[in-house]
């Protein structure tokens, strides 16, 4: 397998990369805001029906708003990556083969050995590659021709990095 493809100096394609990144990491903040707000929204609710509700009228607004806050956290992170991403728009490409996954941007090279690739997920834009248990980089599905993506594709599922379809 021989994969090569340019990645153009798209002043949003960082911002992508970066939302991409950022919200796999961040989506345990939504899942514990959620949690938070519901348990401060039952507070409420059952405090009505006691006398000493309004004690606890207190704590269970503290706990929506910290839900919330929680909840928003992630949407504000990725807004801020894109935004301070955007300068970092420079040309680039991969170069992906049976060994590695090779990347340039700009006068910056590095690579991921596939051997090191714990896991690879897929989203709507990027493939997600994981070295252990952290995103390491993303692989664009958009800018590789579909024979690529296919090939990549069934490679990576041989591998048992993605689900076969």
Known sequence: MQIRFAVPADPTYPGRVAAALSSVRLRKYGYIGAV???VGAIGFAVSRGFAWGDRVVALCTALVVAGLLSMLYSPWVRLRARRRSSRYAVEGAYDINDDNIMMRSGSESGGIAWDGVAQVRDTPEFWIVYVGRMPA???PRNLM???D????RAFMAERGLLPRR
């Open 137 to 139: 980089t993303v692989i």
């Open 149 to 152: 993506a296919q090939t990549l």
């Open 145 to 147: 021709s579909a024979e």
């Open 36 to 38: 938070l707000a519901a």
